[in-house]
């Protein structure tokens, strides 16, 4: 089975170069508002090391902490170091030390909308936590969203988990490696059972974010045209099976456009809705919940939408 072993380095290690073996590197930018000392370093190298082929791609990722600054300073970094790059990931270290108890979901859940509007794909945001914190302080979030499940040696097996960071450099995990040139001993990671394109890819990374149409995801697209319809006083299509409850015929050409293919709208909002977006998942419930005495015509799109839900509750 393919694994992708990588690193996970801070201003506590050397600074990257060409001794690295692994074909995927995480380095941090910042804690809160603190900014790593060594991050412009480390970012310029893996930003040579993707365009040459050395690396698959990289993660940035920046130490939760409450309050806005965290993601400013992330953003603000990452922007005066030329990026973001179309093969850099966002990574949302959430840890409990030194951070205030409770579930923090609004607060997160506002940042990871953001990031994935910067980043222009809500695949590109990932987090990181233990069992303990990935249950208390998130508690609430996107559906899409990817985790790096900490666990020394043990595996957590978050749902949704994508890597597994299973040694913090010390602790053995039955033979894996405890660090990698230049670091020396480190956090290291594995995404068991997926190459480092596999592992890119599920990170919305691949060879077709490099085209023009570089991060026009379904999310974008939908919005897109949510502003163009309201600008131009125009509704959704007639046929699509989540317009909304009362919704009649469009007899506009932007409406007209619309309606040829339903199935677009149809798609987007399934898309939106397994990446967690609540307003894509607030048309499905509206939908549900049609009364059969008032909306007799819209029981098999009723049924349609009870069922999307419950496959994306499990």
């Known amino acids: 089975m393919t694994d992708t072993i990588f690193a996970d380095v801070s201003y506590y290690q050397a600074a990257a170069d060409n001794s690295y073996p692994y074909r995927v590197l995480s380095i941090r930018s910042n804690d809160g508002n603190f900014r790593d000392p060594k991050f412009y370093q480390n970012y310029r190298w893996c930003v040579d090391a993707v365009e040459s082929g050395r690396l698959e791609f990289f993660i940035v990722y920046f130490y939760w902490r409450t309050s806005s600054g965290d993601v400013d300073t992330h953003v603000d970094m990452v922007t005066r170091a030329g990026g973001p790059h179309p093969k850099m990931v966002t990574m949302i270290d959430l840890e409990s030390g030194g951070n205030p108890g409770g579930d923090w979901s609004g607060e997160l859940n506002n940042e990871f909308n953001r990031l994935a509007g910067w980043l222009g794909n809500p695949l590109r945001v990932i987090a990181y936590a233990n069992r303990s914190d990935y249950q208390n302080m998130w508690r609430n979030h996107p559906a899409s969203l990817r985790w790096v499940g900490a666990g020394y040696p043990t595996n957590p097996n978050l749902p949704n988990q994508i890597a597994h960071q299973y040694t913090n450099g010390v602790i053995n995990a039955g033979g894996l490696p405890l660090g990698a040139p230049p670091f020396g001993n480190c956090d290291m990671n594995s995404a068991n059972g997926l190459s480092p394109e596999e592992f890119a890819a599920a990170c919305g990374v691949g060879a077709e974010d490099e085209d023009?149409?570089?991060?026009w995801t379904p999310e974008l697209v939908f919005r897109?045209?949510?502003?163009?319809?309201?600008?131009?006083?125009?509704?959704?299509?007639?046929?699509?099976?989540?317009?909304?409850?009362?919704?009649?015929?469009?007899?506009?050409?932007?409406?007209?456009?619309?309606?040829?293919?339903?199935?677009?709208?149809?798609?987007?909002?399934?898309?939106?809705?397994?990446?967690?977006?609540?307003?894509?998942?607030?048309?499905?419930?509206?939908?549900?919940?049609?009364?059969?005495q008032k909306y007799p015509d819209r029981q098999g799109d009723r049924a349609t939408a009870q069922r999307i839900l419950t496959k994306l509750s499990k």
């Open 212 to 215: 023009e149409m570089a991060g």
């Open 224 to 292: 897109a045209m949510v502003l163009l319809e309201n600008q131009a006083g125009v509704r959704r299509p007639s046929t699509a099976r989540f317009r909304h409850l009362g919704e009649g015929d469009v007899n506009t050409c932007a409406g007209f456009a619309w309606t040829a293919d339903g199935n677009v709208y149809d798609n987007l909002i399934i898309k939106l809705a397994e990446y967690g977006d609540p307003d894509a998942l607030n048309v499905l419930r509206e939908i549900a919940s049609a009364d059969p």
